[in-house]
């Protein structure tokens, strides 16, 4: 019988959207916040997330979605969906305090045949390591026998208007083959494609590869901006051209600096596993000294800017369009708009 019971811990701009699509896909879905305000502002139809309008939200309360903040008020479930932050550490490793706590709060709700899925994005082998103990210990039973569990990245790319979580293929990697079978169930009532990884780990890997990809490829065009200026070279045009190749090649683009959730962060966590190795992930770490060089750039060339029109960054009036981390949203993480302002009003500039 397929599963009827969907739990989404953590109801931000991951979980949401999926707790949203599961009640639109026939779950009954309960969505658990420690914040007590985002689950009431849910409960009164209110979205708090840019790619989640009121109008789904109140379509899902309609279908049974409903939020809460007391753990008391959850009963067991079927399948349990973590989607909690995992920010960095003061040691720039990941702090996995939230994941910790939902699989403590995961293991008290799940049940013999219960799946666990972990979304949030981390280091390969959190699910094996540090996600499964927990939860084999609070609940007593054994992950691959008794319940399920994977690690299946979010891909969500927020303001994106063509791909989202149902028609974005979805990754699945089991700590046992049964336990990717029974998420490929769940995955594939709500996405049009589910693709099966090796195991957790690799799942893992895809997720962290997907980010420093971009994280690299954005550090190189960053990295040729700064000189093909001082060559004469339009680099958006030479871009434009190298992007007519119909294969072998695809355009990323210079910017201040790089911002969100994922890019600045995420490969942090895969340079953090290999340092464990004794040797640092060198691309990692010189696109991010690149790209965390960029908003100090920026602000030199606005100073030129001023300066070409015999005007001192002291006193100039400088308006900043755009501060939110990319177009079309509303999300301010880490946007280098942040740092471009500080430095500018630390030379007098309002
Ligand atoms: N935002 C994105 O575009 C994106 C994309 C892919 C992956 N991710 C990953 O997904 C994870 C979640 O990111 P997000 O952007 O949705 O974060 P978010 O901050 O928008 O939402 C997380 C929510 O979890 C809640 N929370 C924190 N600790 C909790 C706990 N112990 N129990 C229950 N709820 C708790 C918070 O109150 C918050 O509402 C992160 O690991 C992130 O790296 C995010």
Known sequence: MPAQDVL?????YVGLPL?????RAGFRVTGFDTSAEIAAGLNAGRSHVDDVSAAEVG???ARGLRATSDEAEIGPQDVIVICVPTPLSQADGPDLGAV???AVAAGRLLRPGTLVSLESTTYPGTTDEVVRPLLEKTSGLTAGIDFWLVFSPERIDPGNPVYGLVNTPKIVGGVTPSCADAAAAFYGRICEQVVRAASAREAEM??????TYRHVNIALVNEMAIFCRELGVDLHDAIRCA???PFGFQPFYPGPGVGGHCIPIDPNYLSYKVRTLGYPFR???LAQEINGRMPAYVTERAAELLNRNSKPVNGARVLLLG???KQDIADQRESPARPIARKLRARGAR
């Open 100 to 102: 910790r706590a939902a």
């Open 243 to 245: 992007a007519t190749k």
């Open 8 to 12: 989404v811990i953590g109801l931000g």
């Open 19 to 23: 707790a949203v699509q599961a009640a």
């Open 283 to 285: 691309f990692v770490e």
């Open 59 to 61: 379509d899902a309360r």
């Open 206 to 211: 895809a997720k962290l590869l997907e980010n």
């Open 323 to 325: 501060v939110t981390y």
